[in-house]
């Protein structure tokens, strides 16, 4: 059995409609769906605020390249274009981490490259897996402490979006 962590972002067009689709799109092997943050954008590219969440998975049979690969297939059936690194966009998928595969292909880090400094995966996550460990980091819990009293600012959670799938 493969189990991953799956980080999704959107902050163009319905971005709810983007992450709903993604959690249908995953919907055979869906286990969890965190609640939904609203969330300030980083990276210093201008744009306007996404709405991210966390959903975990599991399948026998795929890896990691199958997880990355059903993720790009649901950002390009959102219309993602790759226009802008730390851009804006419809739809991102990133695929957090896998079992406890470390990964230094160019294409696929694990675990994914900053996430334990990203309250805006941690948090969700953290919600729908209060023991959660992120591989070769450490807790979950641990992780989000460490980034400080100021670390959920800029995020808030949007009770009123539920992601459940159709």
């Known amino acids: 059995m493969s189990r991953?962590?799956?980080s999704l972002g959107s902050?163009?067009?319905d971005r709810f409609?983007?992450?709903h689709a993604a959690v249908t799109g995953f919907?055979?092997?869906?286990v969890l769906a965190s609640p939904v943050y609203e969330?300030?954008?980083w990276g210093g590219v201008e744009q306007g605020d996404?709405?991210?969440a966390v959903v975990v998975v599991e399948q026998v049979g795929i890896d990691e390249w199958g997880w990355l690969e059903r993720g790009r297939a649901l950002e390009d059936a959102s219309g993602r274009?790759?226009?802008q690194r730390w851009g804006p966009r419809t739809l991102d998928v990133d695929v957090v981490s896998v079992d406890e595969v470390h990964s230094d292909h160019p294409d696929l880090l694990l675990p994914h490259p900053g996430s334990s400094e990203r309250a805006t995966v941690l948090r969700p996550w953290l919600d729908v897996e209060p023991g959660a460990v992120l591989p070769g980091r450490g807790p979950v819990a641990t992780l989000l402490a460490a980034l400080g009293p100021d670390a959920e600012d800029g995020m808030r959670r949007r009770d009123d979006l539920v992601l459940v799938p159709s």
């Not at 919907?27 to 869906?30: P, W, Y």
């Open 4 to 6: 991953a962590v799956l």
């Open 11 to 13: 902050n163009l067009g």
């Open 17 to 19: 409609a983007y992450l």
């Open 27 to 30: 919907a055979d092997v869906l």
């Open 39 to 41: 969330t300030v954008p």
């Open 50 to 52: 996404f709405l991210n």
């Open 81 to 83: 274009l790759r226009t």
